[in-house]
């Protein structure tokens, strides 16, 4: 029999793309089959973005095929989000997955397109595939407000930034103000009428599978499993198979900053770094670093501009130097480093000297800290990430946060620094708590992922059902 292929489709972006390969790399190295990612790229010739689809070749088994960008000016506004561009244009390239499917000499069996992409999944029903499936590379609350996303849209009125109380998700802890995803912050935008879409799109595939895992989000998944709402609204069955994280591996560039790190002391050392798109204004910059400096403790801190994005525009790296107070490289010499260029950011986390991530709550972040055992302190920027910081902190325990949304208001250097202390320095007893629990879903992560574990079944569960595994 020939060997089975999986056709998976990423959308542009590195923080799509690399959940796309991760995906990829797992299913033909545990489930040895044939896979090809197509990957969707964002068309504004990102450095990054083709330099991480390279790399991925180059560690991969998976065929990955960067597919030619499509033009979305007349479909979109000029000013449309990021969110909505992208839908948008993986809705538009359809007959370019078709044509790729097409002139393949061996078809592939199933689909498998990010959420960003199921509206291309009916291009898996027009080449004859067998299955379409979504990933979600994100968390299970995070699916359960999309798909319920369509009902809130009929049953509540007005905008959701002005609801008094939280909005009840079925077998989730209910959304809050502070909770809400970038895409519900207008639903009169685009790229809000898109997410709703989506949510109703999500349930007309053949299943779904989400980067969490049973230990970690039990009742959630329960809840898509057992009869009820959200089961109703689900339709379909949803798969945990996280954590599913780049490992770590040979790191050839800026190989100094694990010099530096492999003489800081165990746990010591907190690392900063706000994904592929964060940024901070001038003066939250200002406080941070001197919250930094205040703490006493040690760090790494990436400071970069955001990747150049969907016409997003991106600035030489070095400048961001300029933002930094006067003299604070002289007066942290030694005790951090601030690095302006895309860091190796799993082989850092990975460093026995690590002691903390000031993360903006990316759920690849998140993940990458959590399979380390690295207690977080969360800095929600924006896109879900407020949710996920919620979940960490209220749920799961591994994180602490700052009293106001650091996307509302400037967090002073004061509290950042009280925040970094608990986190990293030994005698804190709430962070001693947080530590521990980091450490406690460490060893789930891993057991999830074990042969027989929770996620590791979950998958094979998937791979039966649609003939890819015997
Ligand atoms: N990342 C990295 N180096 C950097 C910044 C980010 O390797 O300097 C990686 C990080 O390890 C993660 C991804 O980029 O895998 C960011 O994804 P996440 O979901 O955390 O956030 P997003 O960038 O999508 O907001």
């Known amino acids: 029999m020939d060997q089975p292929h999986a056709l998976l489709v990423a959308s542009p972006g590195l923080g799509h793309l690399i959940p796309i390969l991760e995906l990829g790399n797992r299913l033909s190295s545990v489930l040895n089959i044939h896979v090809t990612i197509l990957a969707v790229t964002s068309g504004s010739s990102s450095p990054t973005e083709t330099e991480a689809i390279r790399a991925a070749a180059a560690r991969t088994a998976c065929e990955i095929t960067e597919l030619p960008s499509v033009d979305i000016d007349n479909l979109v506004e000029p000013d449309a989000t990021v969110a909505t561009k992208i839908v948008v244009k993986m809705r538009a390239m359809k007959s370019k997955v078709r044509d790729a499917v097409e002139s393949m000499k061996r078809k592939p069996t199933v689909m498998i397109v990010d959420f960003f992409g199921t509206g291309l999944m009916c291009a898996a029903d027009d080449v004859g595939l067998t299955a379409k499936y979504v990933y979600i590379p994100s968390h299970a609350w995070f699916l359960a407000v999309m798909v319920y996303l369509p009902v809130l849209d009929t049953v509540v009125e007005g905008e959701y930034v002005d609801i008094k109380e939280p909005l009840k998700i079925p077998g989730c802890k209910p959304v809050g103000r502070k909770e809400l995803m970038e895409t519900m912050l207008d639903r009169s935008d685009q790229q809000y009428k898109e997410c709703v879409r989506v949510g109703l799109e999500v349930p007309m595939s053949d299943g779904v599978l989400v980067n969490t895992w049973e230990e970690l989000q039990g009742n959630t ?250």
């Open 221 to 470: 998944l329960a809840a898509f499993r057992e009869d009820g709402e959200l089961n109703r609204v689900m339709k379909v069955l949803v798969y945990p198979i996280g954590p599913i994280v780049r490992t770590s591996g040979h790191v050839e560039k800026l190989n100094s900053i694990f010099e530096w790190l492999d003489k800081q002391g165990e746990r010591s050392v907190l690392y900063v770094c706000l994904g592929s798109g964060g940024t901070l204004t001038f003066e939250q910059t200002v406080e941070l670093a001197w919250g930094l400096e205040l703490s006493g403790q040690r760090f790494v801190w990436v400071l970069r501009r955001p990747a150049s994005y969907l016409g997003a525009s991106s600035s030489d790296d070095d400048q961001v130097i300029t933002s930094l107070p006067d003299g604070f490289l002289d007066r942290t010499c030694g005790v951090g480093l601030v690095v302006t260029q895309w860091a190796p950011q799993v082989e850092i986390l990975s460093h026995r000297s690590i002691g903390g991530f000031l993360s903006h709550c990316g759920w690849s972040s998140v993940l990458e800290s959590l399979t380390k055992g690295v207690p977080i302190v969360a800095w929600p920027l924006y896109a879900e990430q407020w949710m996920n910081a919620t979940l960490l902190t209220e749920e799961i325990g591994v994180a602490v946060r700052t009293l106001e949304l650091p996307s509302e208001k400037v967090i002073g250097r004061e509290e950042v620094a009280s925040l970094v202390r608990k986190i990293v320095a030994e005698e804190d007893e709430e962070g001693q708590e947080i530590r521990a629990k980091a450490e406690e879903v460490r060893v789930s992560s891993e057991r999830a992922w074990s042969q027989g574990g929770s996620s590791y079944n979950s998958l094979f569960e998937w791979a039966k059902r649609c003939y890819l595994v015997s």
